[in-house]
């Protein structure tokens, strides 16, 4: 079964730094691109970023909010994405999901999410 | 590229015809797709490429496209379909989702 599972949410002061981690399970993560799309309680959905798959170097993608604070990334060997988030900000808060994208056309699997909240 | 999804409120009955609109404000090359997303739990992919039905989906839903303008049609609205519908392109960067429809009981 494909599965995505998130993890490493929480509270977190404004200026701080968190590593959200996607363990996913049955697809090998390598062949795939993948996203990041975070929800603001309330909110709709927002894309943050991307890593393309290994055709595509597995180079990245992100919305111009988050970009040069965020960093999408890799671990092979376990099969994990990450989303490392600097400098974060209260308007980072937001139900993190990550999203397998096949053939970046759409997006079909997502994580339950996990929740970041930025406040002092 | 902005997505405007029309209406953004929507109450109908079970059995109706439901159409949910996405206008992009420029083209998308059929790299679009509509999610449904239920309190509490991930969306969930509906059609991608404009009008192809992911797998296990119902055939009630469809999807279709005259210019920029995107159109999810459900033909028979089912107790199972009062979510908040989303449309997404993922021609080119930064990817954009449309701001939401939501599907109430009249």
């Known amino acids: 079964e494909v599965q995505l599972v998130e993890s490493g949410g929480g509270l977190v002061q404004p200026g701080g730094s968190l590593r959200l981690s996607c363990a996913a399970s049955g697809f090998i993560l390598r062949d795939y691109y993948m996203d990041w799309v975070r929800q603001a309680p309330g909110k709709g959905l927002e894309w943050v970023g991307r890593t393309r798959d290994r055709t595509g170097s597995y180079t990245t993608e992100y919305a111009a909010s988050v970009k040069g604070r965020f960093t999408v990334s890799r671990d092979y060997s376990e099969n994990l994405l990450y989303l490392h988030m600097n400098s974060l900000q209260t308007e980072d808060t937001a139900l993190y999901f990550c999203?397998?994208?096949?053939?970046?056309?759409?997006?079909?699997?997502w994580g339950q999410g996990t929740l970041v909240t930025v406040s002092s | 590229i902005q997505l405007t999804q029309s209406p953004s409120f929507l109450s109908a009955s079970v059995g109706d015809r439901v159409t949910i609109t996405c206008r992009a404000s420029q083209g998308v090359d059929g790299y679009l797709a509509w999610y449904h997303q239920k309190p509490g739990k991930a969306p969930k992919l509906l059609i991608y490429?404009?009008?192809t039905l992911q797998t296990g989906v119902p055939s009630r839903f469809s999807g279709s496209v005259s210019g920029t303008e995107f159109t999810l049609t459900i033909s028979s609205l089912q107790p199972e379909d009062f979510a908040t519908y989303y449309c997404q392109q993922l021609n080119s960067y930064p990817l954009t989702f449309g701001g939401g429809t939501k599907v109430e009981i009249k």
């Open positions: 999203v397998r994208v096949p053939d970046s056309t759409r997006a079909d699997c």
């Open positions: 490429s404009t009008s």
